[in-house]
């Protein structure tokens, strides 16, 4: 009896996200949320404000959606995806960040990379930092059976 207790057990499929892994991807859906409402806000209603910098924000906020999906999603395939977006993230947010302070007059107003997140309380500067660390940690499974496996 005990055997087929274990058994039944050992097949069941491993959770991939767990722990900090669930945190990573609240924190990555908040700021999709927030991102493109933002965006939309200022697309839609100043747009010929600051074109740039709400371009930017539009982009960040089409990241931080597909990263969302890329790190809930199983597979090899999202899993490469998930490590495609959270690096453009990191680019990005360096790129933004430096241009920000160097040539101020490329943004008339903060987009949400700007000054490295310094509006999402540098949030956009470590997130991508710590999803690198955690898609490391956690590469996906070559069995199919094991949540964020080849299947």
Request: proline content about 5%.
């Amino acid at each position: 009896m005990t055997d087929l207790k274990h058994a039944s057990t050992s097949a069941r499929p491993k959770r991939r996200i767990s722990g900090i892994g669930q945190v990573l991807i609240a924190v990555y859906a908040i700021l999709a949320v927030g991102a493109t409402g933002r965006s939309a806000v200022q697309v839609i209603f100043k747009f010929d404000e600051a074109p740039v910098a709400y371009s930017l924000s539009a982009v960040a906020a089409v990241v931080y959606i597909i990263a969302t999906i890329a790190l809930v999603a199983r597979g090899v395939i999202w899993y490469r995806v998930a490590w495609a977006t959270i690096v453009f993230e990191f680019v990005g947010v360096l790129t933004v960040g430096v241009l920000s302070l160097t040539v101020p007059e490329f943004f008339a107003h903060e987009s949400v990379w700007s000054y490295f997140g310094r509006g999402y309380v540098f949030i956009p500067l470590v997130l991508p930092v710590l999803g690198m660390w955690w898609l490391a940690k956690h590469p996906p499974s070559r069995d199919p059976r094991v949540e964020g496996g080849a299947a």
